[in-house]
């Protein structure tokens, strides 16, 4: 079995996805216990305690979430959907400087200039950040207010130097990889996440541009957040791992004796409520309890994940470089068994 590099996955003939690789432990662990890794990192200048961001789906991340995510040392990126952007901005003062809120091409200037008053992160919250009115947006915000700015989404590093000139200072990758995004389907655009990831963090070391690499899409396990890591991200942004917790926007619902809460794409029919092209589904999620479980068995399987690969630091995950490449019945073969 060959050992891969980063850089010999990156130039793979096919395209690569989470489940396509795995980490190969290869010299033998300083560490005695899951406990001794440190999951901390810094994100957009902020001190996260866990590298995880949410996504700013409605039915992922209202103010109940980012609140709690943030409390939990990770960060929720507050979607522009429903009623959640008006009650913070009648919020006094500012939110810990950690909080973050999607914004879209079309809002207006009011708007962003009390969001940035609040030191908030703002995420211009677009399909596709290959689009000259993006690159425009993010110039223009960052010309006129002292705030970081993350854009997205792409899933190919040619255009991450038009990006950073624009004042991007983080980008989400990931075109159609998320669970109830139709958008590979529908239009026939996408790249396997690891193969994106790859692709774009070379182009940033390749040019050393300054911005910070999120993964966007694609991610069903803490194992996939450890891969995730390994291979150049700085950060991971979920949507179905929070979905249907307490903390996501909606009711439960009892269906069949069982508690669900809905979860749908940002493109999906439900929220755009017209007669719009739809890039996204929606669907039922079992009823998950608080958040806190979800990062907290993230953070267990990362650490658990860097003690094996010999690891006290997120950064010194993302200097390892042994993977494999797994065929279809090497990675059937992982799976528990019932």
């Given amino acids: 079995m060959k050992v891969y590099t980063k850089e010999e996955m990156s130039i793979n003939e096919l395209s690569l996805t989470y489940d396509d690789i795995s980490l190969i432990p290869t010299e033998v662990s300083r560490i005695r216990s899951r406990m001794e890794p440190s999951t901390e990192t810094k994100f957009l200048g902020n001190k996260l305690k866990v590298p995880v961001v949410s996504s700013p789906m409605d039915t992922v991340t209202g103010l109940a979430m980012a609140k709690e995510l943030n409390r939990l040392g990770c960060m929720g990126v507050l979607n522009r959907f429903d009623s959640s952007l008006k009650e913070l901005l009648e919020t006094d003062g500012k939110l810990d400087g950690i909080t973050a809120v999607s914004i879209s091409l079309h809002s207006d200037e009011e708007l962003i200039e009390r969001l940035a008053a609040k030191n908030l992160v703002l995420c211009i919250d677009t399909a596709n950040a290959n689009n000259e009115a993006v690159l425009d947006k993010c110039e223009e915000i960052k010309k006129n207010y002292d705030v970081k700015v993350m854009i997205g989404n792409i899933a190919h590093g040619s255009t991450l130097k038009q990006l950073v000139d624009a004042g991007a200072d983080a980008v989400r990758i990931g075109i159609g990889g ?30 050393n541009l300054k911005i910070e690499l999120i993964a966007d899409g694609g991610i069903k396990s803490p194992g996939d957040v450890a891969k995730a890591i390994a291979v150049g991200a700085d950060i991971v942004m979920l949507g179905r791992m929070l979905a249907g917790t307490k903390e996501t926007p909606g009711e439960v619902i009892k269906y069949n004796d069982q508690l669900w809460k809905k979860y749908r794409g ?73």
Avoid: H
């Fill in 178 to 207: 998320g669970s109830v995004c139709t958008t590979s389907v529908q239009t026939g655009i996408g790249i396997g996440q690891v193969s994106s990831l790859l692709n774009v963090y070379y182009a940033r070391e390749k040019d």
């Fill in 266 to 338: 940002s493109a999906s029919f439900g929220v755009k409520m017209k007669n719009e092209f739809i890039e996204g589904e929606e669907t039922m999620i079992p009823y998950k309890g608080n958040v806190a479980n979800v990062i907290n068995a993230i953070s267990d399987g990362l650490r658990s994940a860097m003690s094996y690969m010999n690891c006290f630091t997120l950064e010194e995950l993302r200097t390892k470089d042994a993977f494999a490449i797994l065929s279809n019945s090497s990675y059937l073969e992982r799976l528990p068994k019932k």
